[in-house]
């Protein structure tokens, strides 16, 4: 893993789990949810996501250190304000939002379980390096 561990970025991680969500949820049987629910609870996430994602890159430009992995190197700073506040990851808890958003449109829930794989795949790929590399910290 230690190779790949800065190369993949993490939205090719939740397009993968997102494709592997669907192909979940198109073999099991949907569930019957009525569908102003399902695209309520579907928008409410996704935007919920798009707010940390805007946030966290917002927060990161501001603060100057750059937000491309794999150049872990060029870390200069250790972004502490805005939504960095609440949550160590904006950006990925955006991605994980998404995630989660995805199975209300495909009515079914077993691709939830995909959304803690992808989770879990991110933050130790990915969070731990590039924190293990900061000499802000």
Sequence with gaps: ????????????????????????SS?????????????SVALVLASVGLVFGVAGMGSFWRAGPTINQTRSTAISALVTSGVFRFTRNPMYLSLLLYLLAWPFTCQTCWPCSLCLCSCSTSTSSKSSPRSARCPCS
Excluded: D, I, N
């Design 1 to 24: 893993m230690s190779s790949l561990e800065l190369k993949v970025p993490p939205p090719a991680v939740a397009l993968l789990f997102g494709v592997l969500m669907w192909l979940v």
């Design 27 to 39: 073999l099991v049987a949907p569930v019957e949810v009525p569908p102003g629910l399902r695209v």
